[in-house]
């Protein structure tokens, strides 16, 4: 079974930084591509980045030049560096995995976590 774990998350001041992981565990999957997406109170989820399998990123104009995203292959996990950080990148932050298994193509998210920007 593929689970999708998110850590990193927590309260940091305007202008601070966090690196947020996702890990995907189970057996028998090869991911193919990641995304990041966030949650507001009150507004609709959105997407934040997505990283290939060979690492090539897009980004949502509104983190562009602040977010990386990178992966490791090798150990199923994504990460999100996110710098320069603002009072409205406050949101719950979910990862999502496109994998590929047994059971075919399907897309898995992780459970959140919580990055709060305040003074």
């Known amino acids: 079974q593929v689970q999708l774990v998110e850590s990193g998350g927590g309260l940091v001041q305007p202008g601070g930084s966090l690196r947020l992981s996702c890990a995907v565990s189970g057996s028998g999957f090869r991911i193919n591509a990641m995304g990041w997406y966030r949650q507001a109170p009150g507004k609709q989820r959105e997407w934040v980045a997505h990283i290939t399998r060979g690492g090539t990123t897009n980004y949502a104009d509104s983190v562009k030049g602040r977010f990386t995203c990178s992966r490791d292959n090798a150990e199923n996990t994504s990460y999100l560096q996110m710098n320069s950080l603002r009072p409205e990148d406050t949101a719950v932050y979910y990862c999502?995995?496109?994998?590929?298994?047994?059971?075919?193509?399907?897309?898995?998210w992780g459970q959140g976590t919580q990055v709060t920007v305040s003074s």
């Open positions: 999502n995995a496109e994998v590929r298994s047994a059971a075919g193509v399907n897309s898995y």
